[in-house]
T-cell receptor
Framework: EDQVTQSPEALRLQEGESSSLNCSYT??????LFWYRQDPGKGPEFLFT???AGEEKEKERLKATLTKKESFLHITAPKPEDSATYLC??????????????FGQGTTLQVKP | DARVTQTPRHKVTEMGQEVTMRCQPI?????VFWYRQTMMQGLELLAY????????DSGMPKDRFSAEMPDATLATLKIQPSEPRDSAVYFC???????????????FGPGTRLTVL
């Protein structure tokens, strides 16, 4: 069964304290791995798509990496405005015609000034 | 700036009442998804459509939920009758799904927060 597990569930950081969020996945053939950011009371906002092991993508203080079993979202020198829930989702090859995503439970990040 | 819109943003209703949520996908997107989000279950996929045709609604309680796309600019999710356990945030997402490419990003709307008393 295709599955996505994110850890930790919650993470508290001081401003400037770099860290990483983990997304482990089990899927019968990965088509793509997606990272979203969700602020309270809002819908998930797309951040990155990764397609193959070794791929990396960056946006401001965020960098996403992908291996054959997991993805990391590295946050460098975070600021309070980076506080949000970060969601990871995978699309299996078997879902290439549907676009269906399987979401993890998310990691809630709080960055204190 | 193209975005998915949803109405209403908030809905409070009493058990047994009908609830209709609406979604306008991004123009040009061919696939629409309905999700439900709760603290316990996270994001659950309820149903999705391709070119207005239902592809899969196996995530929905069939006896009370129904989803339709009357036209390319409107998707609806109905609950009749509503129950307290339906209280959640309902999201609509749209995407341009093309099997020949890898551009399958889903873009989410702001959600409808439903409270059933």
């Amino acid at each position: 069964e295709d599955q996505v597990t994110q850890s930790p569930e919650a993470l508290r950081l001081q401003e400037g304290e770099s860290s990483s969020l983990n997304c482990s996945y089990t899927v019968s053939g990965l088509r793509g791995l997606f990272w979203y950011r969700q602020d309270p009371g809002k819908g998930p906002e797309f951040l990155f798509t990764l397609y193959s092991a070794g791929e990396e993508k960056e946006k401001e203080r965020l960098k996403a990496t992908l291996t054959k079993k997991e993805s990391f979202l590295h946050i460098t020198a975070p600021k309070p405005e980076d506080s949000a829930t970060y969601l990871c989702a995978v699309q299996a090859m078997s879902s290439s015609n549907t676009g269906k995503l399987i979401f993890g439970q998310g990691t809630t990040l709080q960055v204190k000034p | 700036d193209a975005r998915v819109t949803q109405t209403p943003r908030h809905k409070v209703t009493e058990m047994g009442q009908e609830v209709t949520m609406r979604c306008q996908p991004i123009l040009g997107h061919n696939t629409v998804f309905w999700y439900r989000q709760t603290m316990m279950q996270g994001l659950e996929l309820l149903a999705y459509f391709r070119n207005r045709a239902p592809l899969d609604d196996s995530g929905m309680p069939k006896d009370r939920f129904s989803a339709e796309m009357p036209d390319a600019t409107l998707a609806t999710l109905k609950i009749q009758p509503s129950e307290p356990r339906d209280s959640a945030v309902y999201f609509c997402a749209s995407g341009l799904v093309r099997a020949a490419t890898s551009t399958d990003t889903q873009y989410f709307g702001p959600g409808t927060r439903l409270t059933v008393l």
